[in-house]
């Protein structure tokens, strides 16, 4: 257990659909990313944020948005569902950026029907 | 920005060979390399990481270099068992910034 936690596990919706992942990094981490991984694909990586601010942006769809709260939990908001957006997402957690080991949380599985 | 590139994209292996997987990266200032294994539908773990001020970092049967110079690092795995089977990802980074992986490496330890 790696201390970073996900919700929902799973996730299954329609096409146009809106969701929410929500995740909460190790206790101390401030700094918390996101990323997208389809079927046999690689770690695209969307978006970071560091003690609330946007600190890099990735690949990330303009569908797609994120925050990260006072408490530094964070939720990516993904909108306008697409079949193309199924996939494994993860979010990461470190204390302050790249430089240190970054944990990787369980990850939500969504899938688009 | 930086660019990782890892090779190759799968390697198979008999057991208790060895297997290395190589990566190489652009930007200078990148001084943080992890490694990561992902079993299929589980979380990436780390598994093994070097800093740019060494060049060569073991774990057991785990091994990984570096060259600052040339700007690549590789894993090694001695000894391999059929639980190595899994992708590994390479990834580089510098302090305060996101990570940048690889495209990663599918290895097959046949028993």
């Known amino acids: 257990d790696s201390g970073v936690t996900q919700t929902p596990k799973h996730l299954i919706t329609a096409t146009g659909q809106r969701v929410t992942l929500r995740c909460s990094p190790r206790?101390?981490?401030?700094?918390v990313y996101w990323y997208q991984q389809s079927l046999d694909q690689g770690l695209q990586f969307l978006i970071q944020y560091y003690n609330g601010e946007e600190r890099a942006k990735g690949n990330i769809l303009e569908r797609f948005s994120a925050q990260q709260f006072p408490d530094l939990h964070s939720e990516l908001n993904l909108s306008s569902l697409e079949l193309g957006d199924s996939a494994l997402y993860f979010c990461a957690s470190n204390l302050v950026g790249g430089g240190e080991t970054q944990y990787f949380g369980p990850g939500t599985r969504l899938l688009v029907l | 920005g930086e660019n990782v590139e890892q090779h190759p994209s799968t390697l198979s292996v008999q057991e208790g060979d060895s297997a290395v997987i190589k990566c190489t990266y652009s930007?200078?200032?990148?001084?943080?390399f992890p490694w990561y294994k992902q079993e299929l539908g589980k979380r990436p773990q780390l598994i093994i990481d070097i800093r740019s001020n060494v060049g060569e970092k073991k774990d057991q049967r785990i091994a990984v270099t570096l060259n600052k110079t040339a700007k690549h690092f590789s894993l090694h795995i001695t000894e391999t068992q059929p639980e190595d089977s899994a992708v590994y990802f390479c990834a580089a980074s510098y302090t305060g910034n996101q990570f940048y992986f690889g495209t990663g490496t599918s290895l097959t330890v046949i028993p």
């Open positions: 930007d200078s200032a990148s001084n943080y």
């Open positions: 206790s101390g981490d401030l700094s």
